[in-house]
């Protein structure tokens, strides 16, 4: 007889913004410090901010123009981490350091939600964990250089083998798949 695996799947769908590269040390270290300070879904989210739940994944052509607005809203100035935050998006909560972005809206026939005030490479939070000590920093972080792209973001609810009596703890078991980047224009 063939045990196979019992796997039970949440996802969500998301409008993301990935900052350039030059950023990731940066997220990486603040990103230990959470998990150093006992947050275990550290890692759970992709190095990208959330802007927009999403009914289904955006066109290319949205995305390009979504890339193309933000770029004219932002202008010269850089994208900043300002504070660290909490938010909760369909059963999803999110600590990490917010983003001081121009709010963007994406077409609202594929959006479930805007995202205002956007997190970077947010920490997955159990329900009833208590967010980190505010005497963690957020990272100094700033850049110009950003895409924009779709996110496919599944929890995994269930995971054990038939028969098994392993433990499996759904509250960090995530898989991700980014979509194209669409790289935000350079400033004119």
Avoid at 82 to 88: A, L
Avoid at 161 to 170: H, K, L, N, R, V
Wanted: charged share 25%; with cysteine.
């Amino acid at each position: 007889m063939e045990t196979g695996k019992l796997i039970d799947y949440e996802t969500w769908l998301f409008a993301v913004l990935v900052p350039h590269r030059d950023c990731l040390p940066a997220l990486e270290i603040y990103r230990q410090s959470l998990f150093s300070d006992g947050k275990d879904g550290a890692f759970s989210f992709p190095a990208a901010a959330p802007l927009a739940l999403l009914h289904r994944p955006l066109k290319k052509g949205e995305l390009k123009n979504a890339a193309t607005e933000l770029r004219r809203e932002l202008g010269e100035k850089h994208i900043v981490c300002i504070e660290q935050g909490e938010k909760t998006v369909n059963t999803l909560r999110f600590f990490g350091p917010i983003l001081e972005l121009p709010f963007h809206k994406f077409p609202e026939d594929a959006v479930v939600q805007h995202l205002e005030k956007p997190l970077l490479a947010p920490a997955i939070l159990a329900p009833g964990e208590i967010a980190p000590s505010p005497l963690l920093q957020a990272p100094a972080v700033s850049f110009r250089a950003a895409a924009l792209a779709n996110l496919s973001f599944t929890r995994i609810l269930s995971g054990m083998e038939a028969g098994s009596t392993e433990d499996f703890e759904p509250e960090y078991s995530f898989t991700w798949e980014l979509g194209p980047l669409q790289w935000l224009p350079k400033r004119t």
